[in-house]
């Protein structure tokens, strides 16, 4: 395990998060390479190429599977490793997917899609056969990257961090000689097998899938609010598993959704997520109308303009209660099966230091007041269509109090939907919302990384930091300055540069163009004084319109141009440069004497010089 | 998502077959009548494929999975006196192009070690291989649309532990016969521009 | 010169006015460019401490960038101004270079000779 070029947690843990960076390839290796220097001190010892599922456009594409490929060869040690990083989810979308998904496993894509990526990948790297293929994972990628193992033997060795576990009903319909063996010891059907006892079946599959565990290793944050909702039948865990201890004052989530029967847990982890999703740019017509499908700036179109704007929008009016019948119904379960178990399950958040009594009181209360909202609005919708139903849009005498029954029923919908606007404005506060971010950000890789109990060492936003005595140092900027400082003082002389030659350009030669274009108009004169009879005329005492020019002499005169000198600025803006670059070095000298029991440091800053120049 | 399957109009009684009788399984039939002994008309939700159901079989609900028209995953329990299961994994993005990486999973899951056995039919091409040694008659197939992209991995199981291996033996032809007959009865929807890929 | 030649001298303006004010806008990029580089390059290194309890070294390193930061805009400012005068200048000495003085001979035929 540990001849991998990436032997550290916090390597893994660093490069597994740069899936979500959105880089191109070519940013990604540079990523790579300054991780791996910040955290070892040295060099990659080989040659790293990048290969994204950006490139591919195929089935991978397809399947939804997104990763990159690492391959790090050395032709004279004879090294060569592919690292593949699969994505975990990202928005609260596929959060949403997730946590409805997850507790019946993913379907057969992901685990296709990422076979596939790493065969292509290996193919494209034209790799020896003697390579390892080493996976990364965080979040739902580990039940891809596992699964796509324990089917097709994909990996060496699998690093995941906070990931979602495997899934032994999804196995059992996909692994057939898995399949094989549950009936051969139990003597289930494809039916039964929901009806053995969970933690029967989980035991079965480790102890069948035990060889493929040797190869599996994770780390989760006890309070991964993934870990939380996956205690439900159908998981178990496989490998060996790094528990990290929350040190702070939340007990875990995991507790609190144990204890909440699974449905429910569900209906309120969906809720929360899209909630906060929908929330996240305050924009509540938004909200509303994702949650319910009720359009307001549609309505008060309508209240607006009557009769023209329901004619002019009937398709979008009738979209819009289609929507709605679709969307309140769902949404009303949801929010009842949360209001039902509302005071016990915010209890245990209380319970569990995330809210307090008052917090709690007003999300149940304001629950209550949405659902009250969502009731009537599934009573509105269902007596409009009832009216409109039983009489026929094509007799005249009916159509208008369809049509008043049309209105009427968008103004009481509009009505509802405003309040629960305001319930939601009431909920959308910064300290609830900060609740939610919290459980977000326990999933998170950064979080994990700081748990890992590195002395000296934490992260923040992808950056190192070093800390000794009561200094803490920002280490991955502490290069960016050294390495990119420079190249921006490079620009700056430049840019002083061009300065002057503007100078030159715009305000001396500039004079002499101007006094060149004079002396043509002179000569012009002086040939054609004639053309120039109305400078005659402009003497008050020449009246006579008989006079005739004879000539014209001009009787030049010019400046110098006055010694317009912007030198002495241009020498104190390249001091000012001369002053940075020194200013760079006596920085660099701080940090070396600092951290001077650390060799690696200078190591690191000479390396980054020599990778810019 | 449109439904295309007509329903039953309350004048025609449906077969008293336990694919019938399971609410579940009979919103995906199409109708009562036989396409073949002991099986009816089939559409999948994503309306892309078709195949004979069994009369003795009912769609695993808590293992139903389909996303969007692009792939459809439908588990059958099989409560007649031999058979176990079938399972269908449809994509309706697999291609030609695909097929190697297609066929050396498809041979990992089911933990096969040989070759496939090519079937050209008019419409598709059936890439069979029958797994006959186990407890467990295991017939898989690798169903190939000729005349769009779009691919299905089924699995036929026939249970044998009960039964000696003399009978397993004696069955092994009618079997396996059964088992192409269920394959060759897929049949992939084609119409273009009626129902589109999402 | 014949009887009925005159000269009269004036000054005239042969060209019109010009306005210059687009090169103060052109030199000013550049003080702008590097103004921007400058808030570059200090955001970069303003980034690199997080917490500097004690160690005087670096808090020395924090005032010698805080007064660099104060001189570089000062000296901008003192360049945009610079600039701003020399396109004066120069368009005052543009425009005198356009007025010129010119010594007309004309004829006049109805002019009496009893002048």
């Known amino acids: 395990m540990s001849e991998d070029v990436f032997d550290t947690r916090e390597l893994r843990l660093r490069i597994t998060q740069l899936e979500y960076e959105g880089l191109s390839q070519s940013e990604y290796k540079q990523e790579v390479q300054r991780i791996y220097l910040e955290e070892k001190g040295e060099q990659i010892p080989g040659d790293i190429k990048i290969y994204s599922t950006s490139e591919s456009n195929d089935i991978v594409e397809s399947t939804g599977y997104v990763g990159t490929a690492i391959h790090i060869k050395d032709e004279n040690s004879g090294l060569s490793e592919m690292y593949v990083v699969s994505e975990g989810s990202q928005t609260a979308a596929d959060w949403e997917y997730n946590i409805k998904g997850i507790f019946g496993g993913q379907g057969a894509s992901q685990a296709i899609g990422t076979e596939e990526f790493v065969e292509k990948a290996k193919s494209h790297f034209d790799v020896p056969d003697s390579t390892k293929v080493i996976g990364y994972s965080h979040s739902l990628a580990h039940n891809n990257n596992a699964t796509a193992h324990l089917l097709y033997d994909t990996f060496n060795d699998i690093y995941s961090v906070n990931g979602a576990p495997l899934d032994y009903y999804q196995l059992y319909k996909e692994d057939e000689k898995f399949k094989k063996a549950v009936e051969k010891e139990l003597s289930v059907n494809q039916q039964q097998i929901f009806d053995v006892s969970p933690k029967k079946l989980e035991k079965f599959a480790q102890e069948y899938y035990k060889d493929k565990a040797d190869d599996i290793h994770q780390i989760r944050y006890e309070n991964d609010p993934l870990y939380a909702v996956s205690g439900t039948r159908g998981f178990f865990d496989l490998g060996d598993i790094d528990t990290l201890q929350s040190n702070d004052n939340y007990s875990g989530l995991r507790y609190i959704m144990d204890q909440i029967p699974d449905e429910d847990a569900k209906e309120l982890q969906a809720l929360v997520v899209e909630f906060s999703e929908l929330t996240k740019n305050g924009d509540m017509n938004n909200g509303v109308k994702g949650l319910t499908g009720i359009n307001l700036e549609l309505i008060d179109k309508l209240k607006e303009h009557k009769v023209t704007g329901y004619f002019t929008n009937q398709n979008e009016l009738a979209q819009m209660v289609k929507d709605a019948d679709e969307k309140v119904p769902r949404l009303l379960e949801q929010v009842k099966k949360v209001t039902s178990n509302s005071d016990f399950i915010f209890n245990q958040f209380v319970e569990a230091g995330y809210i307090n009594s008052s917090q709690k009181d007003l999300l149940v209360s304001e629950l209550t007041n949405i659902e009250k909202d969502l009731v009537d609005i599934e009573r509105i919708l269902s007596d409009w269509n009832s009216i409109r139903n039983s009489s026929s849009s094509y007799n005249q005498s009916d159509f208008s109090s369809i049509l008043g029954s049309d209105i009427g029923a968008f103004l009481a919908l509009r009505s509802k939907a405003t309040s629960i606007i305001e319930s939601l404005e009431i909920l959308n506060r910064d300290d609830l919302l900060s609740v939610l971010e919290k459980i977000k950000g326990d999933h998170d890789i950064t979080t994990v990384l700081n748990m890992l109990g590195l002395d000296n060492k934490s992260y923040v936003n992808g950056d190192m930091l070093l800390k000794t005595g009561k200094v803490i140092i920002n280490m991955s900027a502490a290069l960016r300055m050294y390495e990119k400082g420079q190249n921006i003082l490079d620009d700056k002389k430049d840019e002083i540069k061009k300065l002057d030659s503007s100078v030159e350009r715009e305000i001396r030669d500039s004079y002499q163009e101007e006094k060149r274009k004079i002396k043509r108009v002179i000569h012009n004169i002086e040939e054609n004084p004639k053309a120039y009879s109305y400078l005659l005329y402009k003497d008050p005492f020449i009246l006579n319109l008989n006079q005739e020019i004879i000539s014209i002499e001009v009787l030049e005169e010019f400046e110098t141009l006055k010694q317009e000198n912007i030198d002495n600025y241009i020498k104190q803006l390249n001091e000012s440069v001369a002053k940075a670059r020194k200013y760079v070095n006596n920085y660099r000298n701080a940090i070396e004497e600092l951290f001077k029991e650390e060799e690696k440091i200078s190591n690191m800053f000479n390396l980054v010089e020599e990778e810019s120049t | ?198 | 010169m014949s009887r009925t030649e005159k000269t009269i001298q004036r000054r005239e303006k042969l060209l019109s006015t010009t306005d210059l004010s687009n090169k103060k806008v052109i030199l000013q990029k550049h003080t702008n460019n590097i103004n921007d580089l400058d808030e570059d390059f200090f955001k970069m290194v303003q980034e690199v401490v997080v917490e500097e309890q004690e160690a005087e070294i670096i808090q020395k390193l924090e005032d010698k960038i805080v007064k660099m930061k104060k001189s570089n805009q000062l000296l901008l400012e003192d360049t945009d101004r610079k600039i701003a005068k020399m396109v004066r200048n120069l368009h005052e000495q543009v425009e005198d270079a356009k007025e010129q003085t010119l010594k007309i001979t004309y004829e006049d035929p109805l002019s009496l000779e009893t002048f």
């Open chain 2, 1 to 198: 998502m449109e439904k295309k399957q007509p329903k039953e109009t309350k004048q025609e009684a449906l077969p008293d077959v336990e694919a019938f009788n399971d609410e579940y399984t009979r919103d995906f039939l199409l109708s009562g009548e036989e396409v073949m002994e002991g099986f009816y008309r089939f559409q999948s939700k994503t309306g892309k494929y078709e195949m004979a159901f069994p009369a003795d079989g009912i769609i695993v609900e808590q293992a139903y999975r389909i996303k969007d028209s692009k792939s459809e995953e439908v588990s059958i329990g099989l409560h007649d006196e031999r058979g176990f299961g079938m399972d269908i994994f449809f994509f309706s993005y697999y291609t030609p192009e695909d097929r190697e990486g297609i066929l050396r999973r498809f041979k990992s899951r089911l933990g096969y070690d040989g070759e496939f056995e090519e079937i050209e039919k008019l419409d598709k091409t059936i890439y069979f291989v029958p797994m006959e040694d186990d407890e467990l008659k295991t017939y898989g197939a690798y169903i190939e649309n000729k005349q769009n992209s779009g691919g299905l991995e089924v699995v036929y199981n026939i249970k044998c532990d009960n039964e000696d291996e003399q009978i397993c033996e004696d069955y092994k032809e009618e079997d396996k016969a059964k088992a192409l007959k269920w394959m060759d009865s897929f049949t992939f929807i084609n119409d273009k521009g009626v129902e589109s890929d999402e």
